[in-house]
């Protein structure tokens, strides 16, 4: 009966021993008046590139504070870090940068912790924070509908231009009069069959021809008489 009880209190006393081990393994919320707060990025916002953190870190008994994602949802509670840990506080001033652009699309949560001690923290989270740095892909455009044909416009037929010759002016008729020859006078002859006409202009071509013949018969003797006059 001893024995039995021995043990029985041997055994609540390694429970005990191991439950205390447990909890001092494990990390204790601070209590005291410290702040752990991002304002930029803010929940569900997009973001792409290199993005800077910004916020406050800071605690009167402050040892560091660390910043690190994990996916959404992380029902393993793995978290990467996105920077060493910073031995300085900050207050409204940027944390850290987070660079996105060496993880692939999708959506992301973060977290900052504030130490205190190596047990003791704060933490904020930022969460549904969506990582986008490749363009989406852009939709077909649809085709436009080419116009409907138009209507043909007739195209009027030029009119041919025809070039008529000039139109002679039409010589007056003579008028045909009957009547008695015997008892009209005799007409005149016509001017170009006058033969008066004719002879004296036949005269003064013979007699304007003599006299020209005449003034070059004495010039070449003239000029004939003094090439050969004696003494020269």
Partial sequence: MLDFFSM??????????IGLAV?????????????????????????????PILGTASNPQFLRYELAFSYSPNPTDTWFSIQDPVKTQVVNEVLGRW???????GVYL?????????RQFQEAFVRGVRVQNTAPTALPATPTPPPPPKA????????????????STPRPTQAVVSANVSNLPASPSPAWLDLDVIRRALIDGAVLTGVVFGLLGLYAGVKAVVRYRPGR
């Fill in 8 to 17: 029985r209190g041997l055994k609540r006393i390694m429970a005990a021993v």
């Fill in 23 to 51: 909890l001092a393994t494990q990390p204790v919320h601070a209590q005291t008046g410290g702040v752990a707060l991002i304002t930029t990025p803010m929940d569900n916002a997009t973001l792409s590139g290199i993005v």
């Fill in 99 to 105: 660079d996105t652009t060496g993880i692939t699309d």
């Fill in 110 to 118: 973060l977290r900052l912790r504030v130490y205190s001690s190596e």
């Fill in 152 to 167: 043909a416009t007739p195209t009027a037929t030029p009119t041919p231009v025809i070039l008529l010759p000039p139109t």
